[in-house]
């Protein structure tokens, strides 16, 4: 028994031993195999920076040669992609009074003006929330070994925001040229010097377009099987054509619809997409309907560092369909002031005015709007827009009064009821609010009213859904449900009360 148990010490003694050695020698390996191969180079130098479109502004490179040594197109595109990252994390080290990055894209001596600006306004509870939209740069000397650039940058428009304990103190927009000097040092383009040489705070002001009459009879669209979903995967031509042949039919002119920023790409616009959305406006022009065509449906980031993403993403859908003759306005964003609680009012009409400003630079052809989601917010930034539009959706017995109110805010600028409508849903979560006669009803007084007040008006909606997905209202039934009965076509195809109402009064205009 005794030899047993010694036998059975000595084994577990020499397990014990086996397993300590094998972990030490894995534990070796795994040291040698670390330093062999090196620590991960983008966590130590933040290249993922360079790997996520962060920060897009407008490069417009000049072509007029440079002094020294020839510059190739891939160390220009070297040079493009570090320069800019120079501004974003510095904008980001001023944002957020940490200078993280700093070290990849400034040099030691440059990076001690940064560092002292950081704990300066730290120390003040300062923050400068700031980008730049576009530059104009140019390569002006590459030295022969290659290691230094000078580059200058003409009018560089930068717009920011300065905020104390919290509360927003300023913000200006300023145009600028900068003088930068660049070292190569580990594989990246560091700044040495950026001096900012000129600054003009004075901004060129967009043309407001005269409107007398907009003469807007209209409806707001999705097809019926695929709300809020138009140019996904189950994109359909023919029934879109279908529907504007009824739209046409019924005596409207106007349709609006819908771009959301993400399923359209994003900063960098899928070209499928835009193929579906000029199949739609060719279909429009073809049945002779006018299209107010609204950008940043389900946007809600209004982060100034995020700025020149959402302005590549309208660039380009504004330069592709600018002369469109189907488009008839740029609605730039469906009901902006229902974020400002939770983004900030300050924020969101920061955003609001920059995209007027690109939107009216890219296009000075068509008007340019805003779809407010009432008419409290309606009158703002009026003085920018070519017209108010405003969206209603409480009782029409009180329409006229806060119509009448929204007037008395607006200098003399036409107004369009962007969107309006009544539920005919009355089930089991809202017995007795609606039906398809109350719903015509609804619209038999709007339309007396909208046709006294000689107001321009996009009804929502065409269709009946089956389905409303839960970013439009949520999951809870009691929202879902009515609004999946705001159409004036049922979902069976039928010809709701409301349908009539609608195109006889509409024709009476």
Do not use: C
Request: aromatic share 12%; glycine share 4%.
């Amino acid at each position: 028994m005794v030899k047993a148990d010694k036998n059975i010490m000595r084994g577990f003694l020499v397990l014990t031993y086996v397993v300590i050695i094998s972990m030490l020698i894995f534990l070796i390996s795994s040291s040698f195999s670390y330093l062999n191969t090196g620590a991960d180079r983008s966590k130590m130098l933040h290249t993922e920076v360079k790997k996520a479109e962060v920060y897009l502004p407008k490069m417009v490179w000049k072509n007029d040669g440079n002094e020294g040594r020839k510059l190739d197109t891939q160390t220009l595109a070297k040079i493009e992609n570090d320069y800019l990252n120079a501004w974003y994390v510095k904008h980001v080290a001023y944002k957020t009074n940490q200078t993280v990055g700093i070290d990849d894209y400034y040099t030691e001596n440059a990076r001690k003006n940064i560092v002292a600006f950081v704990t300066q306004n730290k120390a003040q509870k300062i923050s400068v929330h700031a980008t730049t939209l576009s530059h104009k740069p140019n390569i002006e000397f590459f030295s022969e070994d290659g290691q230094l650039i000078v580059l200058k940058d003409e009018n560089v428009v930068e717009y920011k925001q300065l905020y104390k304990d919290g509360k927003l103190v300023m913000e200006t927009t300023e145009t600028a040229n900068y003088k930068a000097i660049f070292l190569l040092e580990d594989g990246f383009w560091r700044i040495r010097h950026l001096v900012k040489e000129q600054v003009k705070t004075a901004t060129k002001t967009a043309k407001i377009k005269v409107v007398s009459n907009l003469n807007m009879k209209g409806i707001n669209y999705y097809p019926q099987a695929t709300p809020w979903d138009m140019f996904g995967d189950e994109f359909d031509l023919e029934i879109i054509k279908n529907d504007f042949e009824i739209i046409k039919n019924s005596g409207l002119n106007t349709i609006r619809i819908f771009v959301q920023y993400e399923d359209f790409g994003k900063a960098t616009v899928k070209p499928a997409k835009l193929e579906k959305l000029q199949q739609v406006l060719d279909a429009a022009e073809n049945k002779k309907l006018k299209v107010v065509l609204t950008l940043f449906d389900f946007y809600g980031n209004y982060d100034i560092l995020n700025w020149t993403l959402t302005q590549r993403h309208a660039e380009t859908i504004v330069s592709r369909f600018k002369n469109h003759d189907a488009i008839v306005a740029w609605d730039l964003k469906n009901e902006p002031n229902l974020d400002f609680e939770s983004r900030g009012k300050e924020n969101v009409l920061a955003w609001l005015k920059s995209m007027i400003s690109l939107v009216k630079s890219i296009d000075d052809q068509h008007l340019v709007t805003i779809g407010w989601s009432n008419t409290e917010s309606a009158h703002l930034l009026q003085d920018k827009l070519d017209f108010v539009s405003f969206h209603y959706y409480d009782a029409a017995a009180d329409f006229t009064q806060q119509y009448s109110n929204l007037k008395s805010k607006i200098n003399d600028k036409p107004i369009v009821l962007g969107e309006y409508g009544q539920s005919s849903y009355g089930g089991f979560w809202k017995p007795f609010a609606g039906s398809e006669q109350k719903q015509a009803d609804y619209y038999q007084e709007m339309q007396t009213v909208l046709k006294a007040e000689n107001l321009s008006y996009l009804a929502w909606t065409l269709y009946d859904f089956e389905d409303i997905p839960s970013s439009v209202v949520g999951n809870r039934p009691w929202r879902t449900n009515p609004q999946k009965k705001f159409g004036i076509i049922d979902k069976d195809g039928k010809r709701k009360l409301a349908f009539e109402v609608l195109i006889e009064k509409s024709q009476d205009f």
